[in-house]
């Protein structure tokens, strides 16, 4: 069975910053996608951050230069670095994952959500 654990959410003044990381586990033969979304009271789920396999990446023009995703494939860890923090940035962030596991097709996988507050 596959598991997403995430953590380093909290509570940031505006202006600081923050690292959330993911742990992908279990019965895993590869990972493609690992991505980062968020969604706050309200609202729908939206897609913060994204990275292949490869290393390539993409951000929601909401947070173009501000955050940062790295991820190590050996670990099967994904991390969001999130760096001048706005009050609009608080929400629940949640950790994605696209796995190959043994004897099964690719499958999507959720972290359970960890929450970020920024605020003074």
């Known amino acids: 069975q596959v598991q997403l654990v995430e953590s380093g959410g909290g509570l940031v003044q505006p202006g600081g910053s923050l690292r959330l990381s993911c742990a992908a586990s279990g019965s895993i033969v590869s990972i493609n996608a690992m991505d980062w979304y968020r969604q706050a009271p309200g609202k729908q789920r939206e897609l913060v951050a994204h990275?292949?396999?490869?290393?390539?990446?993409n951000f929601a023009d909401s947070v173009k230069g501000r955050f940062a995703i790295t991820r190590d494939n050996a670990l099967n860890t994904v991390w969001l670095h999130m760096s001048s923090l706005k009050p609009e940035d608080t929400a629940v962030y949640y950790c994605?994952?696209?796995?190959?596991?043994?004897?099964?097709?690719?499958?999507?996988?959720w972290g359970q959500g960890t929450q970020v507050t920024v605020s003074s």
């Open positions: 994605y994952a696209s796995i190959w596991s043994p004897g099964s097709d690719w499958s999507d996988y």
């Open positions: 990275t292949s396999r490869g290393g390539s990446a």
